[in-house]
Every structure is written in structure tokens, then in C-alpha cells.
């Protein structure tokens, strides 16, 4: 018994030490002028949808829970939107070639249709990015309509 209760104070105590272990969250940044939404002028049921389930991750608008603060859950939130970042960023959307552009959308909508995205160890969480057949449905339709535009600049 007594070395259970030792145990509990050394990873009481080890707790309250990863704190102090620095997460370093990717920065946001509020400029939306070269954002996929605002440049392909997305109606607002697409920001909506890929506002709750893709941006948190893909753009530098994240949302950070009060969670995301806390080691070490903080490590793997602030991994996660860097490797998302890398991935696709959509704050970065406007420099982008129209051919990646394209490749994007239609990724995207691959992604979304086969579930793959976004990923289940965020919907644990963000129960909201779960999307509905029908939510899927207006996003694909948008990126296919997009996507034809692009073609026809």
C-alpha cells in the first residue's frame, strides 16, 4: 500500500513537471486573403463543413481547446497541426499552381468520400466534424465546381 501511494505522488509530480515541457503550438495567423474560402469564394455551408472538419488541421486558423495546453496532450495536438500544415494548408491556397490546385480539390473530395478524412482520432474528440452524407455531398459538389472553373480560366 504504501509504495502504490509512492507511485501516485511520483506521477502526480511528473504530471505538474511535462507542463513546464513546451509544446510549441503552430502560431495562427488571422489573414485570410489568400485562403481557399475567401479566394474561390465558398458559400457559407462549405466554410461551415470544412471550418469544423478540416481547418483545424489544414489552415492557420486553428482552434485550440483549452486541452490542447495541457501536456502531454498538448505535444501531440501541436504535432499533429504541423504535419497537417505541411499536408495542405488552405491559409496557403492562392500560391498554389492552378494544377496542384485542381489535384487538391479533388483529393480532397477522394478523402472526404472514403471517410478518410478527417481522421477518426479527431472525431473522438470533435464529435461536430463528423460529417453526414449530405455534408460530404456539398463539399465535393463545390470542389468539382471549382475545379471546372480552374479549367476554364
Known amino acids: 500500500m504504501k509504495l502504490l501511494k509512492y507511485l501516485i505522488y511520483v506521477l502526480i509530480a511528473a504530471f505538474f513537471l511535462i507542463q513546464f515541457i513546451p509544446a510549441n503550438l503552430p502560431e495562427n495567423n488571422n489573414d485570410l486573403s489568400r485562403d481557399l474560402v475567401v479566394a474561390e469564394r465558398a458559400p457559407d455551408k462549405v466554410k461551415q463543413i470544412l471550418s469544423k472538419a478540416c481547418y483545424d488541421c489544414h489552415s492557420n486558423q486553428t482552434n485550440y481547446p483549452w486541452y490542447s495546453y495541457v ?8 504535432r499533429d497541426t504541423r504535419i497537417g500544415r505541411e499536408e495542405l494548408n488552405l491559409s496557403d491556397w492562392s500560391d498554389l499552381s492552378k494544377r496542384k490546385k485542381i489535384k487538391v480539390l479533388n483529393e480532397m473530395a477522394e478523402e472526404m468520400e472514403e471517410r478518410n478524412m478527417p481522421l477518426k482520432i479527431y472525431t473522438v474528440i470533435h464529435r461536430d466534424a463528423i460529417l453526414s452524407d449530405d455534408e460530404i455531398k456539398t463539399v465535393t459538389d463545390w470542389t468539382e465546381s471549382v475545379s471546372a472553373g480552374i479549367l476554364g480560366d
Open 71 to 78: 501536456a502531454p496532450i498538448s505535444w501531440l495536438v501541436s
